[in-house]
C-alpha cells in the first residue's frame, strides 16, 4: 500500500451537521485475493492522536476525552475476521476496533 497516496477518511456530526475528517497517520497490511476470500486478511494500525477533523475546534472536539480521547488512547487497530464478496467487484471485510478500550 502506498500510504502518501491514500487517504482513510470518516464523518462526524458537529451540532447536527456532517463534516469531513481524516486520519493522518495509518499503515494497512493486506493479503487478498478474490478467489481465496477465507484466507484474506487485513490489519489497519490507525494514529488516532493524528486525527484531522478538518478545523482547530474540530480537531479539538474529536481528540476530547468525550469523542476519541487521544491523549488516554492514541492508537487504534483493526483485524479483519472476515470477508465476503457483494458482486460487482465490490468485497466487505468485518472485524473489530477497540478504541478507547471497546470494541
Known amino acids: 500500500m502506498q500510504t ?27 493479503r487478498f485475493g478474490p478467489a ?13 492522536s493524528a486525527i484531522d477533523g478538518g478545523s482547530d475546534e474540530a480537531n479539538d472536539d474529536v481528540s476530547a ?5 487521544n491523549t488516554a488512547y492514541p492508537q487504534a487497530k483493526f483485524e479483519s475476521s472476515s ?3 457483494l458482486g460487482g467487484n465490490k468485497y466487505e471485510g468485518r472485524g473489530k476496533m477497540p ?3 471497546r470494541s
Do not use: H, W
Not at 36 to 48: C, E, N, Y
Open 36 to 48: 481465496k476470500l477465507g484466507r484474506a486478511k487485513a490489519t489497519l494500525d490507525l494514529d488516532i
Open 99 to 101: 478504541i478507547k478500550g
Open 83 to 85: 470477508f465476503k464478496a
Open 4 to 30: 502518501e497516496k491514500s487517504a482513510l477518511r470518516f464523518v462526524y456530526k458537529q451540532m447536527g451537521v456532517p463534516v469531513d475528517g481524516r486520519f493522518n497517520k495509518f499503515a494497512l497490511q493486506l
Open 65 to 69: 476525552q468525550a469523542c476519541f480521547d
